[in-house]
């Protein structure tokens, strides 16, 4: 009992409790760690599911202590090496793929990271991706002359194997390519630097599922504009894969080869006078077309075809690319026999 000044009455008194701050920390330690334990049993499991539903029907090679997933399919004189945009896999070309003519011999596969592919915690170059190639070529026996067909990210790919290894390139198409010139730009640098620690951010809380489970009620988006353009099957499985931690990675490591990007490709006559084809989307604006066109210099060899209404070409129009490979092959005469 307390006696109340300026009172009359008495009344009970309850001493304030003592918060007991080590108990505080020991429960939020004990809490953050149930989180982070289940939610990376939630992202192993949830990857595992769906690397098993993904399995493809190609081959693994092993390329410095890591998996990589390609195929080989159709037979011919010359081998068509599809080169994926950065952050897509091979689900990108499962369209062209469908449709190619059995007389096209056509290699694809996932770089390091993306799709069934095993990620690498090591900093990557350009030239580590082609020498990769490289490797995974010689190991899985396909043999060349090589026909290189790459979108966008993968048009660079495509001129630094066909520089690093000339004799065996004997013709290109390259994709609304990413021009060489406009990565040094103020505004291209300022948008990198920005994806670059988005891409670091999402790589860091995917250990533990979160961003599996913000992509699954639809809060964020890695890819969409391929996986609006992919069938149903095709979608889930590729929406998962670009939530794990080995794309977030791997993406983010092009990501910076693209900031840091000093080479020297897009120079006139670089390719000679092997055949060259540039496939340009009409919806990527007249300022880019007009300076892609330019990269029609780099062969002698070269044409320019302007698409209408087209955002992925190799997803929307794999008949044009059918088409032009259908002439490079002639052109060369490694057109096989049906």
Do not use: C
């Not at 952050?87 to 062209?96: Q, V």
């Not at 291209?188 to 994806?195: R, V």
């Not at 791997?250 to 080479?263: G, R, S």
């Not at 990269?295 to 044409?303: A, G, I």
């Amino acid at each position: 009992m307390k006696f109340l000044p300026y009172s009359n009455s008495m009344h009970k008194y309850k001493p304030k409790r003592k918060v007991n701050k080590l108990r505080v920390v020991e429960i939020v330690v004990v809490i953050l760690f149930l989180i982070t334990f289940f939610g990376m049993l939630y992202e192993n499991i949830s990857s595992h599911k769906m690397s098993i539903k993904a399995k493809g029907k190609g081959k693994y090679v092993s390329i410095n202590e890591k998996k990589i997933y390609y195929d080989l399919v159709g037979h011919g004189k010359a081998t068509i090496i599809l080169e994926s945009d950065i952050g897509a896999d091979h689900l990108e070309w499962s369209k062209l793929v469908k449709s190619m003519p059995k007389n096209f011999r056509v290699f694809y596969y996932d770089r390091s990271g993306y799709g069934l592919s095993e990620g690498s915690a090591k900093e990557i170059s350009i030239e580590d991706e082609v020498k990769d190639l490289s490797d995974i070529l010689y190991k899985g026996a396909v043999n060349g002359p090589y026909i290189f067909v790459g979108n966008s990210y993968g048009s660079l790919l495509a001129s630094n194997f066909a520089k690093r290894y000339p004799n065996e390139v004997i013709g290109s198409i390259l994709i609304n390519p990413i021009l060489e010139n406009n990565l040094s730009l103020k505004e291209t640098q300022k948008d990198l630097k920005k994806q670059i620690r988005n891409k670091s951010v999402q790589e860091t809380f995917s250990s533990i599922g979160s961003i599996r489970i913000l992509n699954n009620i639809n809060m964020i988006k890695i890819k969409n504009d391929i996986t609006s353009l992919l069938s149903e099957e095709n979608a889930e499985i590729f929406n998962s894969f670009t939530v794990s931690k080995k794309y977030l990675r791997a993406y983010k490591e092009e990501l910076k080869i693209l900031k840091n990007y000093n080479l020297d490709l897009q120079h006139e006559g670089s390719l000679g006078n092997k055949p060259l084809v540039i496939l340009l989307s009409e919806n990527k604006g007249d300022k880019y077309i007009k300076e892609a066109s330019k990269l029609s210099e780099l062969s002698s060899k070269s044409e320019v075809k302007v698409l209408p209404n087209i955002s992925n070409i190799p997803l929307e129009d794999e008949n044009s690319i059918i088409f032009y490979l259908g002439n490079i092959l002639k052109e060369t005469n490694k057109l096989s026999e049906k």
